[in-house]
Nanobody, 127 residues
Framework: QLQLVESGGGLVQPGGSLRLSCAAS????????IGWFRQAPGKERERVSC????????NYADSVKGRFTISRDNAKNTVYLQMNSLKLEDTAIYYC????????????????????WGQGTQVTVSS
């Protein structure tokens, strides 16, 4: 089973920054495209970013474009989400997942999260 562990969340003021980490255990992360998702209270889970296994393709939700940057360090078997200029509406639990699907693997288009969701990491933006 693909197991991913999220970390790096916390409490930050509007305009602040955080870097989230998604670490894999028991498998090579570079075999998969990885998506970052978030779920705010009372809202559906949404995908905010994705990166292919090679790191050659990335994409972002419009709501985070220009503020968030996804990257990966395959040597450390970890994917990161650098979040800058945080807004109140970024408050959510953030999750990462390996994505199934050929288009997801090649271009980060679509894709179904593999396995079950982890615990996530809480990001709270508040003044």
């Amino acid at each position: 089973q693909l197991q991913l562990v999220e970390s790096g969340g916390g409490l930050v003021q509007p305009g602040g920054s955080l870097r989230l980490s998604c670490a894999a255990s028991g498998f090579r992360l570079d075999y998969y495209s990885i998506g970052w998702f978030r779920q705010a209270p009372g809202k559906e889970r949404e995908r905010v970013s994705c990166i292919t296994g090679s790191g050659g393709n990335t994409n972002y939700a419009d709501s985070v474009k220009g503020r968030f940057t996804i990257s990966r360090d395959n040597a450390k078997n970890t994917v990161y989400l650098q979040m800058n200029s945080l807004k109140l509406e970024d408050t959510a639990i953030y999750y990462c997942a390996a994505l199934a699907g050929d288009l997801a693997a090649r271009y980060c288009i679509g894709g179904v999260p593999r396995g079950s969701w982890g615990q996530g990491t809480q990001v709270t933006v508040s003044s």
